[in-house]
């Protein structure tokens, strides 16, 4: 009895040391490449390239949903980090940041860094007890700006959500439900693999469109009214601050209504609002942009596009075009928008149909940067090559640079006039190129390289 008893501790010790083994051994390792700076400000929060300071952070090219990402083997599709020295990208000094490949189906995933963090999602190919690999989990992380720490936040089912980093917050939508992950209690010393520290939960259900962006504090979303009153035709369009706090019901039944009027009789003043997008205004408030339609007789009427200032939405209001569009490239609350309408890009700043300026001719020409000192829009054409025109006067498009541009995957990002981008015939590695200055007829012009191929010999001290 007493060997028996021996064994069995023995086989529970060994089992232990085992479990210990595999958690100390199944760590994020990866050896810290020092620099960075945390106390400087932050340009292009939520794309595929960050600058931080004399530092920039960027997605070395595209690879795509590739099964193969182990902690420390990706190369392609990580996240590396180069110095900007003399206002040029130093080759000799990227390294990668983020071993793992940073991936979601979404045209907005991107990374964020905020301090001394970089956060980012990533597919997780964890297998199950039958050995098979997940299709659809996402990982969301952070990783120290140095790379000395890196900790699993939370983890996703889906790897298509809408997503937006904070400073203590995680937010992603889906289900038409939008959750948050908290991490602001996490420990900041060491690496996690569980999420320790961090909560979730949720800040709004029955949501059928949200909005929002990096520099604003608060989100818009709209709400389907259920219960008693779920028969209506109208919406609830309304705000929250990230932290879940200051939840406002910013529109619904009875907003456009005298007083003593009554809903059932006046259908047109009744709406359902669709959320398209949200820009922050120099001084950091927020306009919304929204479509409105109403239903009577049973058919559902368009009213057209609005924008309005988030902070005083029915005073302000400003109606840009009597059709509406799903896609617009926002301009602030004075300019109004570049929407698309029947494919084609328009300024609209009015509600005069007859008014608006033409600015694309064909579907497949999409608008990722304007220049509104200058009144100037950057697009892509059908060889997504970079185009330029004037969006307030119908102007002559001018061709930028005719290298091509891969455009199928996140929106094409901009660190001031400098343009990152995944050249689409150069095996989708990173190229940068000053939008102002570049020159597409000088000799032998081409944008600058910056994709990292790790040697496949690389000590593995240097990990």
């Known amino acids: 009895m007493k060997k028996k008893l021996i064994g069995i501790v023995s086989l529970l010790a060994l089992v232990v040391i085992c479990a210990t083994c595999l958690v100390a ?104 007890k039958n ?26 089912n889906v790897r298509n959500a809408e997503y ?30 569980n999420g320790k520290g961090a909560t979730e939960g949720v800040l709004a259900e029955n949501v059928s469109s949200v909005v929002w962006k990096n520099g604003c504090d608060e989100i818009f979303y709209t709400q389907t009214v259920t219960g008693e009153n779920s028969y209506k035709n109208y919406n609830e369009l309304c705000s929250i601050k990230v932290d879940g706090s200051g939840k406002r019901t910013i529109a619904t039944e009875n907003t456009y209504l005298a007083e003593g009027e009554e809903p059932s009789k006046n259908p047109q003043k009744v709406f359902k609002f669709t ?11 927020a306009t919304v942009y929204y479509t409105k339609t109403y239903t009577k007789d049973g058919n559902n009427e368009m009213v057209g596009l609005f924008c309005a200032k988030g902070a005083d939405f029915k005073a302000s209001e400003k109606k840009l075009n009597t059709v509406g569009s799903a896609t617009v490239f926002t301009l602030g609350y004075e300019d109004g928008a570049l929407a698309q309408i029947d494919s084609k890009y328009y300024w609209c700043n009015g509600d005069e149909t007859d008014n608006l300026v033409q600015v694309t001719e064909k579907s497949e020409q999409v608008i990722w940067k304007v220049d509104a000192e200058k009144g100037i829009a950057y697009y892509t054409d059908s060889g997504a090559s970079l185009v330029k025109i004037s969006y307030k006067e119908a102007g ?21 006039n400098d343009l990152y981008f995944f050249a689409a015939d150069d095996s989708n590695f990173m190229h940068v190129v000053d939008i102002t200055k570049f020159d597409k007829d000088e000799k032998d012009a081409k944008t600058t390289y910056i994709g990292f191929e790790r040697e496949e010999d690389e000590d593995e001290e240097d990990k």
Do not use: H
């Open 25 to 128: 051994c199944n760590t994020y390792k990866w050896k810290s490449i020092g620099g960075g700076d945390p106390t400087a400000e932050v340009e292009s929060n939520g794309g595929y390239a960050v600058k931080q300071g004399d530092y920039v952070y960027y997605l070395n090219g595209y690879e795509g949903t590739d099964a193969a990402n182990e902690w420390g083997k990706p190369v392609k599709q990580t996240i590396v980090r180069s110095e900007i020295k003399d206002g040029v990208i130093d080759l000799k000094t990227t390294k990668i940041v983020v071993p793992k490949s940073i991936y979601n189906s979404s045209s907005n995933g991107g990374f964020s860094i905020f301090g001394e963090w970089i956060y980012y999602a990533t597919p997780n190919y964890d297998r199950d």
């Open 275 to 285: 959320l398209r997008d949200l820009y922050v205004e120099s001084d950091g408030s």
């Open 131 to 156: 050995g098979n690999a997940s299709t659809t989990d996402t990982d969301f992380m952070r990783t120290k700006i140095d790379a000395s720490v890196t900790q699993l936040i939370g983890r996703i």
């Open 164 to 193: 937006l980093f904070t400073p203590s917050r995680i937010l992603y939508y889906k289900s038409n439900t939008i959750s948050y992950i908290d991490f602001s209690k996490m420990k900041t010393n060491a690496d996690i693999k």
């Open 396 to 416: 002559t498009a001018e061709t930028v640079f005719a290298e091509k541009i891969k455009v199928d995957w996140l929106k094409l990002d901009f660190i001031g």
